[in-house]
Nanobody, 116 residues
């Protein structure tokens, strides 16, 4: 069983920055893709950004130019650097890891609140 543990969420003012971390219980190179998703109150969970085994990245239009996804294989950790935060970024942020055989694992989520 794979465990994903997120950290780094919190309360920040609009325009501020946060860095989220997702640490896996196994080598992250064993995953086909890893990604960050978010779910705001009353809304469906949606992709924020993901990164493939080969390092290709993909971002939701709403965060392009403000968020950066990265990883540190030696630490089995994926990151999401969030800059120029807006109140609309307020959500619970989840880490997901997917194996090639389409098995997915989710973290427990970390809340991010951006005040105006």
């Amino acid at each position: 069983q794979v465990q994903l543990v997120e950290s780094g969420g919190g309360l920040v003012q609009a325009g501020g920055s946060l860095r989220l971390s997702c640490t896996a219980s196994r080598n992250i190179f064993s995953f086909d893709t890893m990604g960050w998703y978010r779910q705001a109150p009353g809304k469906q969970r949606a992709l924020v950004a993901d990164i493939s085994y080969g390092g290709n990245t993909n971002y939701a239009d709403s965060v392009k130019g403000r968020f950066t996804i990265s990883r540190d294989v030696a630490k089995n950790t994926m990151y999401l650097q969030m800059n120029s935060l807006k109140p609309d970024d307020t959500a619970v942020y989840y880490c997901k890891a997917k194996l090639v055989i389409d098995i997915e694992y989710w973290g427990q989520g970390t809340p991010v609140t951006v005040s105006s």
